[in-house]
């Protein structure tokens, strides 16, 4: 049965997870950064549309074939902290901007590449396997539980994509300065290599 206290808790889950750091959030700041508020926008789409097919896909079934063989979640936990540790090592000199141009290394992350990021996303996995185990309304029709955690969560990623996103936009400004890019560029890797290793152990 789905109750004010059960969704009260539920949106407080979700924006804890969704709005404190993480790989989504760190790399929503970097592209915010290296390009912008709107050519981010793909890549804070992708987010929500990826997690809402995982908690589904979890709450269908996924999340007990990873309790019969944890190994295979294991393996996804280090191919995307062997991502995450990827990325720390490109964002060293990531940051060039050609003041002239107002241009950047790289390109923005693509709806579809966000949407199988969270796949390799050892955060968005906890989130959704957490989300169905402690908030599935059990007394209620099945589709109904599934739809409740699944709708409720862009609720509040929307929120927390457009924040980590927007910072990053502004922090932009400020890129022309080498020393602050320098900084920035240093923090975003130390951030990623932290949550990595966070994951890992």
Known sequence: MITTELFIGLITFYFVMFMTPGPNNIMLTIS?????????????????????????????GLGKFFQMYPDIQNILKILGCIYLFYLAYKMFGSL???TNEDKLSGRPMKMYE??????????AWVASMTAVTVFFPNQENFIVGVLFLTLSAPLLEVIAVTTWAGFGATIR???????????????MAILLILTSAFILI
């Open 96 to 98: 060039n901007v050609k």
């Open 114 to 123: 966000s949407i199988l990021f969270q796949y390799l996303n050892p955060k």
């Open 173 to 187: 400004v400020f890129i022309s300065n080498n020393k602050i890019k320098k900084f920035i560029e240093i923090l």
């Open 32 to 60: 915010g950064i290296k390009f912008g508020f709107k050519k981010t926008i793909p890549h804070m789409i992708g987010i929500p549309l990826g997690h809402v097919t995982q908690i589904a896909l979890v709450a269908f």
